[in-house]
T-cell receptor, first 115, second 112 residues
Framework: DTEVTQTPKHLVMGMTNKKSLKCEQH?????MYWYKQKAKKPPELMFV???????INESVPSRFSPECPNSSLLNLHLHALQPEDSALYLC??????????????FGDGTRLSIL | SQKIEQNSEALNIQEGKTATLTCNYT??????LQWYRQDPGRGPVFLLL?????KEKRKERLKVTFDTTLKQSLFHITASQPADSATYLC???????????FGSGTRLQVQP
């Protein structure tokens, strides 16, 4: 079991639907991340939150909307997605953003399929 | 442009042998480098971190080297086992952003 919990594990949605991915950690970490991973590719950074404030947005389309309601939770709101958005969405956390010698702890991801 | 290359997309070895995976980078000056393991359908799991002033780091059957002159890290698994079969990813801090960028990964298959 990982210390970062993501729900749901699988999600199938139509292009007009609105859904949310959720991520939770109770390690007291203050940096949280969203990554997108396509098959046989490495994780690609989407967003980074530090102390509940958005720190990095990797020019992600606005149909993806992140939210960090508190230090333990990270959401990714989805709306009007495209078939090419089908991927594994990974959440990760680390103690702090600006301490480069720290590992990231990943959840097992949400497998998203857009019909 | 910045690049992180893991030279072998796939590596097949026999059980008991040493697996050696390579990570080369271009246009980075990392203070440290990390290695992760990823199993199918799972998130990456942190294995080892090595700093720029460390030549070598060990953890059980794992060994990582870091050569900042060659801009290369080598990841070794000694006495490999079928359970070591997975994709291994190297990752670097991306400059002042303090965010990780991952290499393309090497899929290791250890044959019994």
């Amino acid at each position: 079991d990982t210390e970062v919990t993501q729900t749901p594990k699988h999600l199938v949605m139509g292009m007009t639907n609105k859904k949310s991915l959720k991520c939770e950690q109770h390690m007291g970490h203050r940096a949280m991340y969203w990554y997108k991973q396509k098959a046989k590719k490495p994780p690609e950074l989407m967003f980074v939150y530090s102390y509940e404030k958005l720190s990095i947005n990797e020019s992600v389309p606005s149909r993806f909307s992140p939210e960090c309601p508190n230090s333990s939770l990270l959401n990714l709101h989805l709306h009007a997605l495209q078939p090419e958005d089908s991927a594994l969405y990974l959440c990760a956390s680390s103690q702090e953003l600006n301490q480069p010698n720290q590992p990231q702890h990943f959840g097992d991801g949400t497998r998203l399929s857009i019909l | 442009s910045q690049k992180i290359e893991q030279n072998s997309e796939a590596l097949n070895i026999q059980e008991g042998k040493t697996a050696t995976l390579t990570c080369n980078y271009t246009n980075y000056s990392p203070a440290y480098l990390q290695w992760y393991r990823q199993d199918p359908g799972r998130g990456p799991v942190f294995l080892l971190l090595i700093r720029e002033n460390e030549k070598e780091k060990r953890k059980e059957r794992l060994k990582v080297t870091f050569d900042t002159t060659l801009k290369q890290s080598l990841f070794h698994i000694t006495a490999s086992q079928p359970a070591d079969s997975a994709t291994y990813l190297c990752a670097l801090e991306d400059g002042g952003r303090r965010a990780l960028t991952f290499g393309s990964g090497t899929r290791l298959q250890v044959q019994p």
